[in-house]
């Protein structure tokens, strides 16, 4: 599937729905803890080494749709994806605080929830006020 | 930067079940070749994949429309054509697509348009707003939309008049555009116009 380079690269370096440095851990036994700039842009998760998005051993920029978002032990978090539960990219954040943050922004992020959000809000508001 | 596929192909086909924001033929100007191919294009969100048939398994490729700018293109070869210009800065492409009529044109181009996740956080915004302040008032605890997909039938026809608004100023500025162009077009004593395209044509678009 081919795609173009340059616009993911552009899309990671816009402005960031959020980003910080978490530690993070793959999906095999064993993974070790790296700690990583992560990004979410739209809906997209990055991580960075230096200045350049690196894909190394995560497999690269992630698209955040039909994605699972679980609290782990205090003051973690896994991600996973629908059609594939058992593998399970986890990350470390400094406080509760932070990764109840993130845990709501991963699941915000996602375009179909915005869209269910949409209706939902809309329907709601219609419900209050008798007024489209 | 390589991406991680799996996550976009398990989006694409797992959507498969479910109808997509737009699909149809349209014909894209190969990158190296410079003729039109007939491809089979599937907008889902804010990607924009593009197949080869339209019951192939794996896309042949995908377009990113965050920060997208869509538009006509005027005095193409072929009509109803319209350009998706992506950032990236050189790097970034100029994705040359036809419709083959000016219904299908105009569908598209409203289609993708509307399509990027910065306009539908935009959309969400004073929404939530407004129903958070709603409940304030009623001294009602806001509720969540819902977590799972569900069978929500999305009503595309439900929009605002300010949504409307801002929607149609932008396909009015697009049509007048492509308007423009079929009145050259048969100025010109039809020499560039489409066979049965033409008067039709525009008599359609008015």
């Known amino acids: 599937m081919r795609y173009n380079d340059k616009e993911l690269q552009a899309l990671s370096r816009q402005p960031a729905e959020m980003a910080a440095e978490l530690g993070m851990r793959g999906p095999k036994k064993g993974s070790v803890v790296k700690r990583r700039l992560v990004k979410l842009v739209v809906n997209f998760l990055f991580y960075f080494r230096t200045d350049e998005a690196e894909v190394g051993w995560w497999g690269g920029p992630k698209l ?8 782990e032990e205090p003051n973690s978090f896994s991600i996973s994806f629908l059609e594939d539960p058992e ?8 406080s509760e605080e932070q990764c109840q943050q993130w845990m709501a ?9 915005m869209r269910r959000s949409l209706i939902f809000y809309r329907n709601e508001i219609q419900k209050m006020t008798g007024k489209v | 930067m390589k991406l991680h596929r799996k996550s976009v192909l398990r989006f694409f086909r797992g959507y498969r079940t479910q109808a997509p924001d737009r699909e149809g033929i349209l014909l894209k100007k190969g990158a190296r070749n410079t003729s039109y191919q007939r491809r089979w294009f599937i907008l889902r969100g804010n990607l924009l994949f593009y197949l080869e048939h339209q019951a192939d398994h794996t896309p042949l490729g995908l377009i990113l429309l965050e920060n997208c700018q869509v538009e006509p293109r005027l005095g193409a070869t072929e009509p109803y054509a319209f350009t998706i210009r992506t950032p990236g800065g050189e790097g970034g492409r100029a994705y040359r697509l036809a419709a083959e009529n000016p219904e299908e044109l105009r569908a598209w181009l409203w289609a993708l348009a509307g399509a990027t996740w910065t306009r539908l956080a935009e959309l969400l915004r004073p929404l939530e707003a407004q129903y958070r302040e709603l409940c304030q008032a009623a001294g009602q605890e806001p509720g969540s939309p819902p977590e799972d997909c569900g069978s ?6 439900l929009f605002s008049f ?12 697009m049509l007048q555009a492509v308007h423009r162009q079929f009145q050259e077009a048969s100025d010109n004593g039809g020499s560039r116009s489409p066979t049965g395209g033409g008067e039709a044509g525009t008599q359609q678009l008015c």
């Open chain 2, 162 to 173: 300010q949504e409307l608004h801002e929607h149609f100023g932008k396909e009015i500025r």
């Open chain 1, 64 to 71: 955040l749709e039909h994605c699972r978002v679980i609290h």
């Open chain 1, 105 to 113: 922004a991963l699941r915000q992020a996602s375009y179909e929830f």
């Open chain 1, 87 to 94: 593998r399970k990219y986890h990350f470390e954040c400094c």
């Open chain 2, 152 to 157: 929500l039938a999305i009503p595309r026809t």
